[in-house]
């Protein structure tokens, strides 16, 4: 395989395809792979685990008392929400809980099945 070029069959046949379509070259980074742009498609993958993981914790936050003098109302709750959708970021961002890696392996192998 030319070292320069990158196709999702290489990708799928990785023993982790996530991990190949992270470690593209920058020269092909941009570069759509079949009609799918790896970089972005990454972001997505990331992005949709994030939503995912914040729709996760949401629960963990809801019977928290938010009892005290400056506690509670409306602000609290528009925080709340706020502050577990960047939680969700950071965690995908920071490896997450490996779901990105498989909804970005479906997307290539769809991609690949569509050509």
Do not use: C, W
Request: charged share 25%; glycine share 10%.
């Amino acid at each position: 395989m030319n070292d320069d070029l990158v196709t999702s069959s290489a990708l799928l046949s990785a023993k982790d395809p996530a991990k190949a379509a992270a470690s593209v070259s920058t020269k092909n980074a941009g570069r759509p792979v079949h009609g799918l742009n790896l970089e972005r498609a990454r972001e997505k993958a990331e992005e949709f685990e994030a939503v995912f993981i914040s729709q996760m914790m949401a629960p963990m936050f809801e019977n928290l008392s938010t009892d005290g003098f400056f506690g509670g109302g409306q602000g609290e709750k528009v925080f709340r929400t706020l502050l577990i959708d960047e939680y969700g970021k950071v965690m995908a961002k920071a490896g997450g809980i490996g779901l990105a890696d498989s909804v970005l392996n479906e997307m290539i192998r769809i991609q690949e099945a569509g050509k």
